[in-house]
């Protein structure tokens, strides 16, 4: 269960799946403009779209959550945008995008002040 009201980042474009903590840290500012340690989530896709890894800080260190599915590809949402690197979504919709429900892209995308991703209401 994902804690309600945590602001959850998706990257847009696919990742080496071997790069750990570091990496990722510095991907979260370079792409989303935030800090890794500010309470987010941070998701990233391989290029295969079937494994995902979600990083975050626990107020104790940094965690790393990876997934990988036996079959299938992870439905990876999209911007309206075509320069976005990154969009916004809701932790009910990370929730489904889990188990494997696409997640809706319908509905207007505006530019998230605080960051460079692009927020989907």
């Not at 989530?41 to 890894?53: E, N, P, S, Y």
């Not at 104790?60 to 439905?75: A, E, H, I, N, T």
Request: glycine content about 10%.
């Amino acid at each position: 269960m994902i804690p309600h009201g945590v602001e959850v980042f998706v990257a847009l474009e696919p990742i080496d799946l071997r790069w750990s903590f570091d990496r990722l840290s510095n991907l979260a500012l370079e792409r989303v403009g935030r800090d890794a340690r500010g309470g987010a989530l941070f998701v990233f896709f391989g290029r295969r779209q079937d494994a995902v890894k979600i990083l975050f800080f626990d107020g104790g260190g940094m965690c790393l959550f990876y997934k990988r599915l036996d079959r299938g590809r992870f439905r990876i949402p999209t911007s309206g945008d075509s320069r976005a690197v990154a969009i916004e979504i809701e932790e009910r919709e990370l929730d489904d995008l889990l188990d494997g429900i696409e997640v809706s892209t319908d509905g207007p995308s505006t530019s998230a002040k605080r960051s460079n991703a692009v927020r989907r209401h």
